[in-house]
T-cell receptor
Framework: GENVEQHPSTLSVQEGDSAVIKCTYS??????FPWYKQELGKGPQLIID?????GEKKDQRIAVTLNKTAKHFSLHITETQPEDSAVYFC???????????FGKGNQVVVIP | DAGITQSPRHKVTETGTPVTLRCHQT?????MYWYRQDPGHGLRLIHY???????DKGEVSDGYSVSRSKTEDFLLTLESATSSQTSVYFC???????????FGQGTRLTVV
């Protein structure tokens, strides 16, 4: 089955700097890769996603890049702000219905 | 927010008792999922449903059962709760194979 791994597990950045979280996956058939943000006491919320026919996608300060050959994808957050502090989960689809396998999550701390 | 309501939001129960968690959605989404979230493990899929009376096991289904008799409700039952089932449980739904999944606010279950 699909195995999704995230690195690093915790990331501290100074406000205004960039943060990058990398995920690797094992199943070359995966074709959908979302990123979720989870704030304390809340459910995960989708922030950006990418499909395997695209190499990069941007939405304001957030971008995701996908390398299908290497089977990894990364979340890039630029100009980090305190409200970016949260746990971020990557995921990869494991069937054609977008059933997902999740990574273990990254705690991002933005230091004011 | 896809109009997902999880109930109860918090529950403390004793070992050996049955427990049912409810996920109710108002968006007529076909696909529904139950995950558990534990420190160091991220989100792990317990059971999922691709339609009324169409359910299947996820990666950590032992000790859990589900039912989906109506589109809007997906019930997760712990037949005989154990301390290892102390966790935060999340329900997620989406409309079609190519749409994003929305999560509920979670249910914190403690088994003592």
């Amino acid at each position: 089955g699909e195995n999704v791994e995230q690195h690093p597990s915790t990331l501290s950045v100074q406000e205004g700097d960039s943060a990058v979280i990398k995920c690797t996956y094992s199943d070359s058939a995966s074709n959908y890769f979302p990123w979720y943000k989870q704030e304390l006491g809340k459910g995960p919320q989708l922030i950006i996603d990418i499909r395997s026919n695209v190499g990069e996608k941007k939405d304001q300060r957030i971008a995701v890049t996908l390398n299908k050959t290497a089977k990894h994808f990364s979340l890039h957050i630029t100009e980090t702000q305190p409200e970016d502090s949260a746990v971020y989960f990557c995921a990869a689809s494991i069937d054609g219905n977008n059933r997902l396998a999740f990574g273990k999550g990254n705690q991002v701390v933005v230091i004011p | 927010d896809a109009g997902i309501t999880q109930s109860p939001r918090h529950k403390v129960t004793e070992t050996g008792t049955p427990v049912t968690l409810r996920c109710h959605q108002t968006e007529n989404h076909r696909y529904m999922y139950w995950y558990r979230q534990d420190p160091g493990h991220g989100l792990r899929l317990i059971h999922y449903s691709y339609g009324v009376k169409d359910t299947d096991k996820g990666e950590v289904s032992d000790g859990y059962s589900v039912s989906r008799s109506k589109t809007e409700d997906f019930l997760l039952t712990l037949e005989s709760a154990t301390s290892s089932q102390t966790s935060v449980y999340f329900c997620a739904t989406h409309d079609s194979p190519r749409t994003e999944a929305f999560f509920g606010q979670g249910t914190r279950l403690t088994v003592v």
